[in-house]
């Protein structure tokens, strides 16, 4: 059964990276996506996914008020993968207090065209740890 999965980050061109890299893998299906917060949380009240891929920096609602409301709304896991959220930083650290399973840092900024080719195969691990898959 595949595990449905809603993309949230600001940027139209990271959330389809973000998706192309995670449905690159059978077991996952990306069901929605949405560009801030406020329109993450309508998504994942309407789309009950199983995991949440989650940017911080965005307007009108950033990742953590959104992961905040969230934990209200659904036990979908949440991973963030954001430009701020670097390795021991106050944001990182933050994101996992209010529940988020794994924090992965984009790895040239907000833009991240290279984010498959850095960082892709740590996103399919920790969506495939984070839904409960074995490793592939």
Do not use: W
Not at 53 to 76: Q, V
Not at 84 to 93: I, R
């Amino acid at each position: 059964m595949t595990k449905k999965i809603v993309v949230v980050d600001d940027s139209y061109i990271m959330r389809i990276l973000i998706s192309n890299i995670v449905t690159a893998d059978p077991d996952f299906e990306v069901v929605g996506n949405a560009s801030n917060g406020i329109k993450g949380l309508e998504a994942i009240k309407e789309l009950k996914p199983d995991l949440v891929l989650l940017d911080i920096e965005m307007p009108e609602m950033d990742g953590l008020e959104c992961l905040k409301r969230l934990k209200l709304i659904s036990s979908a896991k949440v991973i963030i993968i954001s430009s701020v959220a670097q390795t021991g930083s106050p944001q990182a650290l933050e994101a996992r207090r209010l529940g988020a399973v794994d924090v992965i840092a984009k790895p040239s900024g907000a833009m991240s065209l290279d984010l498959a080719q850095k960082k892709g195969h740590d996103i399919v691990i920790a969506a495939r740890k984070a839904t409960g898959l074995p490793p592939a």
